[in-house]
């Protein structure tokens, strides 16, 4: 049982499609964020929030948006995306953001087609 | 560009063998250091982290660092079948915001 919980666990989407992914953390943390997993590559950081404020924007692309109305929920909206954004999308939370450890939830696999 | 370094394996060792992982990272500012594990289809699970030069122990693991050499590493002693997975070394920076990971070293533990 992890204390950071996504939804959906798998999205198949068109690429005219718009969905949201949604996170939530029971951990009492104060900043989360969203990362990308594909395949042969690191864990790329996409957004961090730290205490509802985001704090960096990876040069995410635009069809990317996301939401935090408060310290224990992220969404990740998305809209108009490319085959190429088929993905592992990890939420991860932590106590403060910057040099304390983070916790991943289950992840949502996203095909775009 | 800061980075984060790993061998991507396969890393193979008999079971009962230790199990040496290494990660270099290229900012002499970073301070804190994460080792995770990853199964196949799963998300990171932390094992351990690590803030100071040396070692640091917890069961059958142990994190080792050296700032002067930019390395961490994690050894895995008496290593079991179920061992055997994906492991991410993320750092941060003095002034970041969030981890930055390796691309992770596969481990095969073989009985």
């Known amino acids: 049982e992890t204390g950071v919980t996504q939804t959906p666990r798998h999205l198949v989407m068109g690429m005219t499609n718009k969905k949201s992914l949604k996170c939530e953390q029971h951990?009492?943390?104060?900043?989360m964020y969203w990362y990308k997993q594909s395949a042969k590559k690191p864990l790329e950081l996409m957004f961090v929030y730290n205490f509802k404020e985001q704090t960096e924007n990876n040069s995410v692309p635009s069809r990317f948006s996301p939401e935090c109305p408060n310290s224990s929920h992220l969404f990740l909206h998305l809209h108009t995306l490319q085959p190429e954004d088929s993905a592992l999308y990890l939420c991860?939370?932590?106590?403060?953001?910057?040099?304390?450890?983070?916790?991943f939830g289950q992840g949502t696999r996203l095909t775009v087609v | 560009q800061k980075e984060v370094e790993q061998n991507s394996g396969p890393l193979s060792v008999p079971e009962g063998a230790i199990a040496s992982l290494n990660c270099t990272y290229s900012d002499r500012g970073s301070q804190s250091f994460f080792w995770y594990r990853q199964y196949s289809g799963k998300s990171p699970e932390l094992i351990m982290f690590i803030y100071s030069n040396g070692d640091k122990e917890d069961g059958r693991f142990t994190a080792q660092l050296n700032k002067a050499s930019q390395y961490v590493s994690l050894l895995i002693r008496d290593s079991q079948p179920s061992d055997s997975a994906t492991y991410l070394c993320a750092v941060t920076l003095n002034s970041g915001y969030a981890l930055n990971f390796g691309k992770g070293t596969s481990l095969l533990v073989t009985p």
């Open positions: 991860a939370s932590s106590q403060s953001a910057g040099n304390t450890e983070a916790f």
């Open positions: 951990l009492g943390h104060n900043a």
